[in-house]
DNA sequence: GTCTATAGATGGATAGAC
DNA sequence: GTCTATCCATCTATAGAC
């Protein structure tokens, strides 16, 4: 069937998401995208393979959606201002991708492993370098900017964890209280 | 042996931390502990028991030390600080116990799962009174106190991640850093 | 490209001796 | 309180037919 691989990964984010992983059976996929099990291996060379898809996936369009936020913005405060917003919208449009992002890289072996923790580098060192730029520039209070990348990345990435499209607050909001504490919270004090 | 039960939630939280509740056998623990994987259903009655124990003990520490850090506080803004340190402090501190804590709750059947998520949402709400007060009473600046205290307290929770012993800063320099942001970020603009 | 059948390993858990 | 032995379910993955 032409997209079964879609769909293999489309049930594999659901299940993954749902139960984790190591929880997740071939079967527990196989079953829900209609399929026998053993038909599982024509796509994926094997269950993790099915794992590092996804994340690769992930990694590649949270990248892009952090340069697409980014574009045309010069200062710090504009620049974090809009990758705060880019990444918050994105843990929210992609809220089970993410969550399989944040909690499930102990599925991978060592290979594997170091692709994808490169790319999580990679992106997290562009807001350090925005915090970091932010310091010199005397826009941002003058702190240990790794630290504070931590803090304010992960605060951000959490939404994924609680936000649910039928509560009191649009995803908007949210990016906009945490902007606000952040931004404040950067400043220099009076 | 005396003290065998304790030996057994020990190593279990290593391999719980290490690669998850769900990769580690009860053959893994019972080989670090040094006994035959049979001798484990002698003090736990299975599997799940092991992890539940050590859940209950974390979150029943974690609410002491709420108190202890808060108490004589009498500020919205001096007991947010308190707390905020105080979490980090304990998350440093109980670094595998607090990330298991974070991230196996999925390994729970129901009536495990309820328990100990009742315990957290206890813990989560006084959190959430202070910031409320705090914004009742003009010390804080007026905005979804629930979305600012689930902000903060992942961020807080983040050091058990990341943070290191054997890196550049102590755990009271990253408790004052996030202090800083944080505090300054909820009080009223200028 | 999907199927049936099964290999081969490992999982959690129990029985009963000592 | 720990052992040996074992049951039985489940898991990933492969072989080979269609």
Same mark, same amino acid.
């Given at each position: 069937?032409?997209?079964?691989?879609?769909?293999?990964?489309?049930?594999?984010?659901?299940?993954?998401?749902?139960?984790?992983?190591?929880?997740?059976?071939?079967?527990?996929?196989?079953?829900?995208?209609?399929?026998?099990?053993?038909?599982?291996? $024509?796509?994926?060379?094997?269950? &993790?393979? *099915?794992?590092?898809? %996804?994340? +690769?996936?992930?990694? @590649?369009?949270? !990248?892009?959606?952090?340069?697409?936020?980014?574009?045309?913005?010069?200062?710090?405060?504009?620049?974090?201002?809009?990758?705060?917003?880019?990444?918050?919208?994105?843990?929210?449009?992609?809220?089970?991708?993410?969550?399989?992002?944040?909690?499930?890289?102990?599925?991978?072996?060592?290979?594997?492993?170091?692709?994808?923790?490169?790319?999580?580098?990679? $992106?997290?060192?562009?807001?350090? &370098?925005? *915090?970091?730029?932010? %310091?010199? +520039?005397?826009?941002? @209070?003058?702190? !240990?900017?790794?630290?504070?990348?931590?803090?304010?990345?992960?605060?951000?990435?959490?939404?994924?964890?609680?936000?649910?499209?039928?509560?009191?607050?649009?995803?908007?909001?949210?990016?906009?209280?945490?902007?606000?504490?952040?931004?404040?919270?950067?400043?220099?004090?009076?």
């Amino acid at each position: 069937m032409a997209g079964m691989k879609e769909k293999i990964k489309k049930v594999a984010i659901h299940h993954f998401y749902k139960r984790g992983y190591f929880a997740t059976g071939i079967n527990d996929i196989a079953r829900s995208a209609g399929i026998q099990k053993s038909s599982i291996y $024509y796509h994926y060379a094997n269950k &993790e393979d *099915i794992l590092f898809d %996804i994340l +690769e996936t992930t990694m @590649e369009k949270l !990248d892009a959606n952090f340069e697409k936020y980014i574009r045309g913005k010069v200062s710090p405060e504009e620049q974090l201002k809009a990758a705060i917003e880019g990444h918050i919208l994105f843990h929210v449009r992609w809220q089970k991708e993410t969550l399989i992002s944040d909690s499930e890289l102990r599925g991978l072996t060592a290979r594997n492993y170091k692709t994808i923790l490169e790319m999580r580098d990679a $992106y997290e060192t562009k807001f350090q &370098e925005i *915090i970091r730029k932010g %310091i010199e +520039e005397g826009a941002f @209070e003058d702190m !240990d900017y790794k630290v504070a990348s931590y803090g304010i990345i992960t605060m951000c990435t959490s939404v994924a964890n609680w936000f649910r499209k039928s509560g009191r607050l649009k995803k908007e909001d949210i990016a906009d209280i945490f902007n606000r504490i952040l931004l404040k919270g950067l400043k220099p004090a009076g």
